[in-house]
């Protein structure tokens, strides 16, 4: 007899729409070499997030189709904290700090790895950008775009605030199947009017605040806007979208 499983295995976290919001957060200078970027779920397991196609170096694959229950502390660098994405330091990461992880710090450190270092060396592991630079390259634009808010409803494009971080000591004392509803709620966001939340126990108004914009991307968008992003957060993207595999 086969039984059906209650939760689906993987979730796209992020849309090409994201990606884009980023990039073009870059100048131009730094991302002119950039063709395309692929999301995919070959993260083998969760043991990567991201890589360069080695075939002319300018196609990214960013493995954002990831399990609803996830945690990316293992991929914490030095000089990281898990509360600057705004995730608890142990267990299970928010959907919003999964998301602002992969945006902010491996589509970045991907794109690092597209510079030019020694431009006439023709071993292409010394002509472009080593591990250690593309992190420096990531934490210093990651930085650069924090340092100034940013206008956008999303909030997983500015760096976590007080009312977010208010929100990890409730997202701790949730059980597994209260997180699978938030991470469910926040992949496809945003909603018309704010959900219920009373399945979440006593949550404060500091804490509604910031789920109410990360629920409903609360910034006076128009319905027609609202109602394209959730169609195309609740198809996980188009097929293009999902493109995977790495040459």
Not at 113 to 126: D, E
Request: net charge positive; charged share 25%.
């Amino acid at each position: 007899m086969s039984v059906r499983k209650a939760e689906p295995d993987l979730v796209a976290y992020v849309t090409q729409d994201d990606v884009q919001t980023v990039v073009k957060r870059i100048p131009e200078e730094f991302r002119k070499r950039l063709r395309d970027v692929f999301i995919g779920w070959r993260s083998r397991g969760v043991r990567r997030l991201g890589s360069v196609r080695t075939r002319g170096r300018r196609d990214i694959d960013l493995y954002a189709v990831l399990p609803y229950r996830l945690s990316l502390g293992r991929f914490i660098c030095r000089g990281q904290t898990a509360a600057e994405f705004g995730a608890p330091g142990r267990g299970q990461w928010p959907p919003w700090a999964v998301r602002r992880y992969l945006l902010y710090d491996v589509l970045l450190h991907e794109l690092g790895h597209l510079q030019i270092i020694h431009p006439n060396s023709t071993n292409w592991k010394r002509k472009y950008a080593s591990c250690p630079l593309a992190n420096e390259f990531a934490a210093t634009w990651r930085r650069r775009l924090w340092a100034q808010p940013f206008s956008h409803p999303d909030p997983v494009h500015n760096p976590p605030e007080p009312d977010e971080l208010s929100l990890i000591p409730l997202w701790e004392r949730l059980t597994k199947h209260q997180r699978f509803r938030l991470v469910d709620l926040a992949i496809r966001a945003p909603h018309p009017t704010l959900p219920d939340l009373a399945e979440f126990g006593n949550v404060s108004d500091s804490q509604r605040g910031f789920l109410s914009r990360a629920l409903c991307y609360d910034s006076g968008v128009s319905n027609t806007a609202l109602e394209a992003c959730r169609e195309f957060r609740a198809d996980g993207g188009t097929t293009a979208d999902c493109a995977d595999g790495a040459d």
